[in-house]
Nanobody, 119 residues
Protein backbone atom coordinates (compact mmCIF):
# COMPACT_ATOMS: atom_id res chain seq x y z
CA UNK A 1 0.00 0.00 0.00
CA UNK A 2 0.91 3.65 -0.32
CA UNK A 3 -0.63 6.83 1.06
CA UNK A 4 -0.49 9.94 -1.08
CA UNK A 5 -0.92 13.50 0.15
CA UNK A 6 -1.34 16.38 -2.28
CA UNK A 7 -0.67 20.04 -1.61
CA UNK A 8 -0.19 23.27 -3.52
CA UNK A 9 -3.64 23.92 -4.95
CA UNK A 10 -5.35 27.26 -4.78
CA UNK A 11 -6.77 30.20 -6.69
CA UNK A 12 -4.73 31.70 -9.49
CA UNK A 13 -5.42 34.17 -12.28
CA UNK A 14 -5.36 33.09 -15.93
CA UNK A 15 -1.79 32.98 -17.17
CA UNK A 16 -0.46 32.27 -13.71
CA UNK A 17 1.43 29.30 -12.31
CA UNK A 18 1.06 26.76 -9.55
CA UNK A 19 3.11 23.80 -8.41
CA UNK A 20 1.38 20.78 -6.97
CA UNK A 21 3.19 18.32 -4.73
CA UNK A 22 2.35 14.72 -3.91
CA UNK A 23 4.17 13.13 -0.99
CA UNK A 24 4.19 9.34 -0.80
CA UNK A 25 4.39 7.20 2.32
CA UNK A 26 6.93 4.85 0.75
CA UNK A 27 9.76 5.02 -1.72
CA UNK A 28 8.35 6.21 -5.03
CA UNK A 29 11.12 4.33 -6.79
CA UNK A 30 9.27 1.18 -5.80
CA UNK A 31 6.15 2.30 -7.63
CA UNK A 32 5.50 1.37 -11.25
CA UNK A 33 4.32 4.88 -12.08
CA UNK A 34 2.92 8.03 -10.57
CA UNK A 35 0.69 10.63 -12.09
CA UNK A 36 -1.75 13.46 -11.84
CA UNK A 37 -5.39 13.31 -12.83
CA UNK A 38 -8.10 15.94 -12.61
CA UNK A 39 -11.85 16.10 -12.40
CA UNK A 40 -13.88 19.16 -13.22
CA UNK A 41 -17.51 19.54 -12.06
CA UNK A 42 -19.81 17.40 -14.15
CA UNK A 43 -16.95 15.72 -15.97
CA UNK A 44 -15.11 12.44 -15.69
CA UNK A 45 -11.67 12.16 -14.15
CA UNK A 46 -9.00 12.55 -16.80
CA UNK A 47 -5.29 11.95 -17.05
CA UNK A 48 -3.09 15.03 -16.85
CA UNK A 49 0.43 13.62 -16.71
CA UNK A 50 2.27 10.48 -15.67
CA UNK A 51 5.86 9.49 -15.02
CA UNK A 52 7.12 5.92 -14.81
CA UNK A 53 9.82 4.50 -12.61
CA UNK A 54 12.20 4.78 -15.55
CA UNK A 55 11.37 8.44 -15.99
CA UNK A 56 9.18 8.23 -19.08
CA UNK A 57 6.49 10.88 -19.13
CA UNK A 58 3.12 11.24 -20.80
CA UNK A 59 0.88 14.31 -20.99
CA UNK A 60 -2.65 15.07 -22.01
CA UNK A 61 -2.72 17.07 -25.25
CA UNK A 62 -4.47 19.91 -23.45
CA UNK A 63 -1.52 20.51 -21.11
CA UNK A 64 1.48 19.74 -23.32
CA UNK A 65 3.96 22.59 -23.27
CA UNK A 66 2.37 24.13 -20.18
CA UNK A 67 2.62 21.46 -17.48
CA UNK A 68 5.66 19.49 -16.35
CA UNK A 69 5.66 16.40 -14.15
CA UNK A 70 8.76 15.54 -12.18
CA UNK A 71 9.78 13.23 -9.39
CA UNK A 72 12.19 13.50 -6.46
CA UNK A 73 13.21 10.00 -5.41
CA UNK A 74 14.99 11.33 -2.33
CA UNK A 75 11.94 13.15 -0.99
CA UNK A 76 9.51 10.54 -2.35
CA UNK A 77 7.54 13.35 -3.91
CA UNK A 78 6.08 13.97 -7.34
CA UNK A 79 5.45 17.47 -8.62
CA UNK A 80 3.26 19.04 -11.26
CA UNK A 81 4.44 22.44 -12.41
CA UNK A 82 1.56 24.22 -14.10
CA UNK A 83 2.24 27.33 -16.16
CA UNK A 84 0.08 29.49 -18.39
CA UNK A 85 -2.99 28.31 -16.54
CA UNK A 86 -6.38 28.65 -18.20
CA UNK A 87 -9.89 28.71 -16.70
CA UNK A 88 -10.48 25.28 -18.22
CA UNK A 89 -7.72 23.90 -16.00
CA UNK A 90 -10.01 24.44 -13.02
CA UNK A 91 -10.58 21.08 -11.34
CA UNK A 92 -9.75 18.91 -8.39
CA UNK A 93 -6.33 17.42 -9.03
CA UNK A 94 -5.61 13.93 -7.76
CA UNK A 95 -2.27 12.21 -7.30
CA UNK A 96 -2.09 8.60 -8.41
CA UNK A 97 0.40 5.88 -7.63
CA UNK A 98 0.55 2.46 -9.24
CA UNK A 99 1.97 -0.58 -7.49
CA UNK A 100 2.82 -3.59 -9.58
CA UNK A 101 1.62 -6.96 -8.32
CA UNK A 102 1.76 -10.46 -9.72
CA UNK A 103 -1.70 -10.01 -11.24
CA UNK A 104 -1.50 -6.43 -12.46
CA UNK A 105 -1.35 -2.85 -11.23
CA UNK A 106 -3.04 -1.51 -8.11
CA UNK A 107 -4.05 2.15 -8.12
CA UNK A 108 -3.81 4.40 -5.08
CA UNK A 109 -5.20 7.92 -4.87
CA UNK A 110 -4.68 11.02 -2.81
CA UNK A 111 -7.54 13.07 -1.40
CA UNK A 112 -7.31 15.72 -4.12
CA UNK A 113 -6.45 19.40 -4.16
CA UNK A 114 -8.57 22.13 -5.71
CA UNK A 115 -7.13 24.31 -8.46
CA UNK A 116 -9.22 27.29 -9.51
CA UNK A 117 -8.18 29.52 -12.39
CA UNK A 118 -10.21 32.70 -12.41
CA UNK A 119 -9.84 36.45 -12.61
Amino acid sequence: QVQLVESGGGLVQPGGSLRLSCAASRSIFSLYAMGWYRQAPGKERELVATVTRSGSTKYADSVKGRFTISRDNVRDTVYLQMNSLKPEDTAVYYCNGQVATTVGLNDYWGQGTQVTVSS
